[in-house]
C-alpha cells in the first residue's frame, strides 16, 4: 500500500478520535476530571492556546496539499478536518465562550455520550477513508 499525506493524516486523525473514544467509554472518570479542571481555570492555560494554533497551522497545510497535490478526493478528507477548525478557533479567540459550552456537557450523561457516538463515527469514518479511498 502506497502511503500519502492524506492517508496518513486520515490514520493519525481516526487514531486520535478513536483513542479518546474508547478512553471515554472505559475511564470517562480521568476525562471529566481533567475537563472540569479546564473549564474551571477562568484563565487560558498556554497548551489550551497552542493546540488551537497548531490545529489552525495543520487545517492550512491539509488544504495546501489538497490544491498541490493531485489525489482524487483529497477536498473530502480536508473538509471533514476542518470541522475541527470551529473548536480551535473557539479555543484560541474565544476561550470564554468554550468554558460555557463544554460545561453543558460536563456531568450530562446523555450529551457526552452524544458527543462520543460522534467522534467515534467521525474517526471510523477518517480510518475507512485512509485505507479505501486514498
Avoid at 487560558?44 to 489525489?71: C, D, E, Q, T
Wanted: charged share 10%.
Amino acid at each position: 500500500m502506497y502511503l500519502n499525506f492524506f492517508n496518513i493524516t486520515c490514520f493519525i486523525a481516526a487514531g486520535l478520535a478513536l483513542i479518546s473514544s474508547l478512553v471515554r467509554f472505559v475511564l470517562p472518570e480521568i476525562l471529566n476530571s481533567f475537563e472540569q479542571k479546564l473549564i474551571e481555570t477562568e484563565e487560558k492555560p498556554f497548551w489550551v492556546f497552542a493546540l488551537g494554533v497548531f490545529s489552525i497551522m495543520f487545517i492550512v497545510i491539509v488544504w495546501f496539499h489538497v490544491w498541490r497535490a493531485n489525489i482524487q478526493y483529497s477536498w473530502i478528507m480536508a473538509s471533514l478536518i476542518s470541522i475541527s477548525l470551529i473548536k480551535s478557533c473557539m479555543f484560541v479567540f474565544n476561550y470564554d465562550k468554550f468554558r460555557q459550552f463544554a460545561a453543558k456537557f460536563i456531568g450530562n450523561n446523555k450529551r457526552m455520550l452524544v458527543l462520543n457516538l460522534l467522534v467515534l463515527s467521525y474517526g471510523l469514518v477518517l480510518l475507512v477513508m485512509g485505507l479505501f479511498l486514498y
